[in-house]
T-cell receptor, first 111, second 114 residues
Framework: KQEVTQIPAALSVPEGENLVLNCSFTDSAIYNLQWFRQDPGKGLTSLLLIQSSQREQTSGRLNASLDKSSGRSTLYIAASQPGDSATYLCAVKGGSEKLVFGKGTKLTVNP | DAGVTQSPTHLIKTRGQHVTLRCSPISGHKSVSWYQQVLGQGPQFIFQYYEKEERGRGNFPDRFSARQFPNYSSELNVNALLLGDSALYLC?????????????FGSGTQLSVL
């Protein structure tokens, strides 16, 4: 059974800081890994999708890496801004075609 | 282009009642999935439908059911509501629900059971 763990559960940083969010998964047989952003009480916004054959994806200030063999992914956020405050969720898609999510990392960027 | 749309956005029900949640996928998408997100947790998979057929089901009781219509929209039904069914219900769509595809999520329906 696939399990996804996200560390830390919460993170508070000052504006402008570079930061890394971590995601680990137990079964390396995945199709892809997706990072999402969720604002309180809202739906999910997809940030980055990494296919199993890829090592990383970049979008603006965001960079996500994937090491499938070790079951790890990181989301790097450069020059953090107060608007980046949200919960960040990692999800993997395996053979059952469903997404398995972690519990998320709640990020607070202080002005 | 419209994204995944869900209705209603908020719903309040009492224990024992029945609820129907609705989802319209992105135009051209034929696969719809439903997820339940309890406060403080990650979303949990409930169902996936493709071409009106159930393709996958998560670990939820039979009180939960769903269907997909010829226009690929979908309904999630929950009978005999319990307090623990209070959650954000998310719908996601993709082209064919195949392995490497990206899922696009709606804004969700917030269900409160009193």
């Amino acid at each position: 059974k696939q399990e996804v763990t996200q560390i830390p559960a919460a993170l508070s940083v000052p504006e402008g800081e570079n930061l890394v969010l971590n995601c680990s998964f137990t079964d390396s047989a995945i199709y892809n890994l997706q990072w999402f952003r969720q604002d309180p009480g809202k739906g999910l916004t997809s940030l980055l999708l990494i296919q199993s054959s890829q090592r990383e994806q970049t979008s603006g200030r965001l960079n996500a890496s994937l090491d499938k063999s070790s079951g790890r992914s990181t989301l790097y956020i450069a020059a953090s801004q107060p608007g980046d405050s949200a919960t960040y969720l990692c999800a993997v898609k395996g053979g059952s075609e469903k997404l398995v999510f972690g519990k998320g990392t709640k990020l607070t960027v202080n002005p | 282009d419209a994204g995944v749309t869900q209705s209603p956005t908020h719903l309040i029900k009492t224990r024992g009642q029945h609820v129907t949640l609705r989802c319209s996928p992105i135009s051209g998408h034929k696969s719809v999935s439903w997820y339940q997100q309890v406060l403080g947790q990650g979303p949990q998979f409930i169902f996936q439908y493709y071409e009106k057929e159930e393709r996958g089901r998560g670990n939820f009781p039979d009180r939960f059911s769903a269907r997909q219509f010829p226009n690929y929209s979908s309904e999630l039904n929950v009978n005999a509501l319990l307090l623990g069914d209070s959650a954000l219900y998310l719908c996601a769509s993709s082209l064919a629900g195949a392995g490497g595809e990206k899922l696009f999520f709606g804004s969700g329906t917030q269900l409160s059971v009193l």
